[in-house]
């Protein structure tokens, strides 16, 4: 018996033994399912959506470039905020490809991650995929900045961000120019990650990444403490134009920054200090020098494009022998505003007519033709299409013809673009054209009548245009922004105020006509995009820009009808995006699929939001004299402050804002519409050596001029400042004299 008893012990406590460990291995099996439910924020919620169900929305887009995307296998989505839905009921994160037609990259990359079935079955199987236009929609290139900004890397388009169903990116990756060898890893990778994060901490992925979104606008929203130094506008202006005289280079013609950006406000904002009493005489002749070297060197330069004397609109390097060959015609009227200006104050009939010339090529070719950006799509290094090998231009044109070439756009054998601004030799043994050697000097080489230069000149590049033309594909933008055409109308004005031509005046009130029919819904307000095809709501750059341009117009005309439109877009903008904090965000709250309030401070991406915005609530208050605009000057100022002292360079719309001084200097304005006196005058006010430091406004009864007997009495100018007469002028000469005085100091 007792031989029998032990194996039946044995197998009793086998048996126990077992029993234990799967009741152990079930109580391990729940806890561990127990987390995972923690870990899963979607595990009370039924998936309503399946991924595949997805289709392409992008035929009916906006944008030509949007549109370029409606028939890729990627089903991809509109930007709007139905993607947080789908993302929802999907149970999926968003990829967001962030992208603009500029430069032909982010097509690139969408053809690419369509053409790559691993890439594409890996994103379609995961993701909500979205496009973003960054033409569209500005507020997603600005949060692409401060991500980058946050991983201490360069902000470039296009950038792929993952968010969570609630809007807050995951992760974020800059892919301009990446290495199509290296894409696959670089996607699949990144989202291998996303995907076992989600899946896997789907509570912690969504929570975190709340959790550092509202940091990050915390960061943003927040105002810098006082300064222990009060810095007002007038100081700020002085030493910060002072600061921005010194980063010139005169050996290189350039600023010692990294901006790629080409700097019209920089070589304004010097033209501006070379007039200003408030800088000593060495400093104003220093930055008048740089502002006519500067323009200049953009007219010699790579950045002009010689063959059709258009401009590209930024530079791949700090030196200006390589640039990025995309063109957009905002970028146009930028630099036309700027040859414009700096030809006023310096004088430079070259310079105006410079400006004149790019005003009449938007006109005739980018306005008649509808492009509003234009940029090669293959790889931009390749040649025989912007930058050029010698070889090539031997089979294209005769011997006589290449000599000439060779002489007037500095073609070299080897390339003449310098290593240190291509230290990859990517453009090794090729040519950027430039035309630093006047055709005097050219034709004195060439023993050659200079007319005879002129003309073959002009057919060598009429050659070497058609070749490219028929060589490169490109991408184009059809669509005009409110901005885009803002800066036009602002080049415009500025025009009419140096040739006082009723022609001139003329196309800028046809041009402000214009914005008012296809940008100012009614009821609406005001829309990004022409609202007869879609309203988008503006963004804070598109009532900067547009209110500066009719506050601008007004002041050349004395019309009210524009003072009363640029007066309501200011007001419709201070509505709709006043934060908190004082400040005007980009879009208001209601517009946001990130939740995210953005503003733009600086002019990293090419424009300064609030410190254009600045100058029209500068003049807002000088010609109403409304407190509401200056509190918000006040603010701005505030926040500005220390990150404009730290880098001028990146607020220089700012500080010509700046230069109008703490308080307003304001020209009144009396006298009849059709007085040739009060022509003149206004032409010397609006003046590019006067305006920067002033405000205009008609005479009204209760400012007090010609004795009390009605404005229109006496055609005469009084300026004030304070509610304090500084001088009357009753002439232009006197005029002169007493502006001259007071701003200048001569």
């Given at each position: 018996?007792?031989?029998?008893?032990?194996?039946?012990?044995?197998?009793?406590?086998?048996?126990?033994?077992?029993?234990?460990?799967?009741?152990?291995?079930?109580?391990?099996?729940?806890?561990?399912?127990?987390?995972?439910?923690?870990?899963?924020?979607?595990?009370?919620?039924?998936?309503?959506?399946?991924?595949?169900?997805?289709?392409?929305?992008?035929?009916?887009?906006?944008?030509?470039?949007?549109?370029?995307?409606?028939?890729?296998?990627?089903?991809?989505?509109?930007?709007?905020?139905?993607?947080?839905?789908?993302?929802?009921?999907?149970?999926?994160?968003?990829?967001?490809?962030?992208?603009?037609?500029?430069?032909?990259?982010?097509?690139?990359?969408?053809?690419?991650?369509?053409?790559?079935?691993?890439?594409?079955?890996?994103?379609?199987?995961?993701?909500?995929?979205?496009?973003?236009?960054?033409?569209?929609?500005?507020?997603?290139?600005?949060?692409?900045?401060?991500?980058?900004?946050?991983?201490?890397?360069?902000?470039?388009?296009?950038?792929?961000?993952?968010?969570?169903?609630?809007?807050?990116?995951?992760?974020?990756?800059?892919?301009?120019?990446?290495?199509?060898?290296?894409?696959?890893?670089?996607?699949?990778?990144?989202?291998?990650?996303?995907?076992?994060?989600?899946?896997?901490?789907?509570?912690?992925?969504?929570?975190?990444?709340?959790?550092?979104?509202?940091?990050?606008?915390?960061?943003?929203?927040?105002?810098?403490?006082?300064?222990?130094?009060?810095?007002?506008r007038n100081e700020l202006f002085?030493?910060?134009?002072?600061?921005?005289?010194?980063?010139?280079?005169?050996?290189?013609?350039?600023?010692?920054?990294?901006?790629?950006?080409?700097?019209?406000?920089?070589?304004?904002?010097?033209?501006?200090?070379?007039?200003?009493?408030?800088?000593?005489?060495?400093?104003?002749?220093?930055?008048?020098?740089?502002?006519?070297?500067?323009?200049?060197?953009?007219?010699?330069?790579?950045?002009?494009?010689?063959?059709?004397?258009?401009?590209?609109?930024?530079?791949?390097?700090?030196?200006?022998?390589?640039?990025?060959?995309?063109?957009?015609?905002?970028?146009?009227?930028?630099?036309?505003?700027?040859?414009?200006?700096?030809?006023?104050?310096?004088?430079?009939?070259?310079?105006?007519?410079?400006?004149?010339?790019?005003?009449?090529?938007?006109?005739?070719?980018?306005?008649a033709s509808s492009i509003s950006?234009?940029?090669?799509?293959?790889?931009?290094?390749?040649?025989?299409?912007?930058?050029?090998?010698?070889?090539?231009?031997?089979?294209?044109?005769?011997?006589?013809?290449?000599?000439?070439?060779?002489?007037?756009?500095?073609?070299?054998?080897?390339?003449?673009?310098?290593?240190?601004?291509?230290?990859?030799?990517?453009?090794?043994?090729?040519?950027?054209?430039?035309?630093?050697?006047?055709?005097?000097?050219?034709?004195?080489?060439?023993?050659?009548?200079?007319?005879?230069?002129?003309?073959?000149?002009?057919?060598?590049?009429?050659?070497?245009?058609?070749?490219?033309?028929?060589?490169?594909?490109?991408?184009?933008?059809s669509t005009f922004s409110l901005?885009?055409?803002?800066?036009?109308?602002?080049?415009?004005?500025?025009?009419?105020?140096?040739?006082?031509?009723?022609?001139?005046?003329?196309?800028?009130?046809?041009?402000?006509?214009?914005?008012?029919?296809?940008?100012?819904?009614?009821?609406?307000?005001?829309?990004?995009?022409?609202?007869?095809?879609?309203?988008?709501?503006?963004?804070?750059?598109?009532?900067?820009?547009?209110?500066?341009?009719?506050?601008?117009?007004?002041?050349?005309?004395?019309?009210?009808?524009?003072?009363?439109?640029?007066?309501?877009?200011?007001?419709?903008?201070?509505?709709?995006?006043?934060?908190?904090?004082?400040?005007?965000?980009?879009?208001?709250?209601?517009?946001?699929?990130?939740?995210?309030?953005?503003?733009?401070?600086?002019?990293?991406?090419?424009?300064?939001?609030?410190?254009?915005?600045?100058?029209?609530?500068?003049?807002?208050?000088?010609?109403?004299?409304?407190?509401?605009?200056?509190?918000?000057?006040?603010?701005?100022?505030?926040?500005?402050?220390?990150?404009?002292?730290?880098?001028?360079?990146?607020?220089?719309?700012?500080?010509?804002?700046?230069?109008?001084?703490?308080?307003?200097?304001?020209?009144?304005?009396?006298?009849?519409?059709?007085?040739?006196?009060?022509?003149?005058?206004?032409?010397?006010?609006?003046?590019?050596?006067?305006?920067?430091?002033?405000?205009?406004?008609?005479?009204?009864?209760?400012?007090?001029?010609?004795?009390?007997?009605?404005?229109?009495?006496?055609?005469?100018?009084?300026?004030?400042?304070?509610?304090?007469?500084?001088?009357?002028?009753?002439?232009?000469?006197?005029?002169?004299?007493?502006?001259?005085?007071?701003?200048?100091?001569?």
């Amino acid at each position: 018996m007792r031989s029998l008893l032990l194996p039946i012990s044995l197998i009793s406590l086998i048996s126990l033994s077992f029993f234990t460990s799967s009741c152990e291995n079930e109580e391990r099996q729940k806890a561990k399912q127990k987390r995972l439910d923690e870990d899963n924020f979607f595990a009370d919620l039924d998936r309503s959506t399946s991924l595949s169900s997805l289709e392409n929305e992008l035929a009916d887009s906006h944008t030509n470039f949007a549109r370029s995307f409606a028939n890729d296998p990627i089903p991809w989505q509109k930007w709007d905020r139905s993607l947080l839905e789908k993302a929802s009921s999907s149970q999926s994160p968003i990829m967001a490809l962030v992208g603009s037609s500029l430069r032909g990259d982010s097509r690139q990359l969408g053809r690419i991650l369509s053409a790559n079935p691993k890439i594409r079955n890996f994103i379609t199987e995961f993701f909500v995929c979205t496009l973003v236009d960054a033409h569209e929609f500005p507020e997603m290139a600005l949060l692409s900045h401060h991500l980058s900004r946050e991983r201490g890397i360069l902000a470039t388009l296009p950038t792929i961000i993952w968010l969570s169903h609630e809007g807050s990116p995951l992760s974020w990756i800059p892919l301009a120019q990446a290495d199509i060898n290296d894409l696959e890893v670089i996607i699949q990778s990144s989202t291998m990650m996303i995907q076992d994060t989600w899946e896997s901490f789907s509570d912690y992925a969504i929570t975190d990444s709340r959790n550092k979104h509202q940091k990050r606008q915390l960061q943003i929203d927040q105002l810098p403490d006082e300064l222990d130094e009060q810095i007002d506008r007038n100081e700020l202006f002085r030493r910060s134009t002072r600061h921005l005289n010194s980063l010139y280079s005169p050996s290189d013609r350039n600023f010692d920054d990294n901006s790629k950006l080409i700097p019209t406000s920089r070589i304004e904002l010097l033209s501006i200090g070379s007039q200003s009493q408030q800088l000593t005489a060495e400093v104003r002749a220093q930055c008048l020098r740089a502002a006519q070297e500067l323009g200049q060197t953009l007219m010699q330069e790579a950045c002009k494009d010689h063959l059709e004397g258009t401009y590209f609109f930024a530079r791949r390097a700090e030196s200006w022998v390589l640039p990025i060959f995309s063109k957009t015609v905002s970028s146009q009227a930028r630099i036309a505003h700027m040859f414009l200006h700096i030809g006023g104050v310096l004088e430079e009939p070259e310079f105006v007519n410079e400006g004149r010339s790019l005003l009449s090529k938007i006109e005739s070719e980018w306005l008649a033709s509808s492009i509003s950006s234009c940029s090669p799509s293959q790889k931009l290094n390749e040649p025989q299409g912007f930058i050029w090998k010698l070889s090539d231009l031997e089979t294209l044109l005769s011997e006589d013809e290449l000599s000439l070439a060779v002489a007037a756009f500095l073609i070299k054998k080897d390339g003449n673009i310098p290593l240190e601004v291509d230290p990859t030799a990517n453009s090794v043994g090729l040519n950027s054209l430039s035309r630093r050697v006047p055709l005097k000097t050219v034709a004195k080489q060439l023993n050659r009548p200079l007319t005879e230069v002129q003309n073959s000149l002009k057919l060598i590049s009429k050659k070497l245009l058609k070749h490219r033309e028929d060589g490169t594909q490109y991408e184009e933008e059809s669509t005009f922004s409110l901005s885009d055409l803002a800066l036009i109308l602002k080049a415009k004005i500025t025009l009419a105020t140096l040739t006082r031509d009723p022609v001139d005046i003329q196309s800028a009130c046809v041009s402000a006509e214009q914005i008012l029919k296809n940008y100012k819904a009614p009821e609406k307000g005001l829309s990004r995009l022409p609202f007869h095809k879609h309203f988008t709501p503006a963004r804070c750059i598109d009532y900067a820009n547009c209110s500066n341009a009719f506050l601008l117009l007004y002041q050349t005309s004395l019309d009210e009808k524009w003072l009363t439109h640029g007066l309501e877009l200011l007001d419709e903008g201070i509505t709709k995006l006043k934060a908190d904090n004082g400040l005007l965000s980009e879009i208001s709250e209601s517009e946001w699929v990130i939740p995210l309030r953005n503003y733009g401070f600086t002019m990293t991406l090419g424009e300064s939001s609030l410190g254009v915005l600045d100058l029209s609530l500068n003049r807002a208050w000088a010609i109403t004299g409304d407190e509401k605009y200056r509190e918000i000057l006040k603010t701005q100022h505030r926040a500005l402050l220390p990150s404009t002292l730290k880098s001028p360079t990146l607020h220089t719309d700012y500080l010509a804002s700046c230069a109008l001084g703490n308080t307003p200097l304001l020209a009144l304005v009396s006298g009849t519409s059709d007085s040739s006196v009060r022509k003149e005058f206004l032409k010397i006010l609006n003046s590019p050596k006067h305006l920067p430091f002033l405000s205009i406004r008609a005479a009204k009864l209760g400012d007090g001029v010609n004795q009390g007997t009605t404005a229109k009495t006496k055609t005469e100018v009084t300026l004030t400042r304070d509610g304090k007469t500084l001088g009357r002028a009753t002439s232009p000469s006197a005029l002169k004299k007493l502006l001259s005085k007071i701003i200048s100091g001569k």
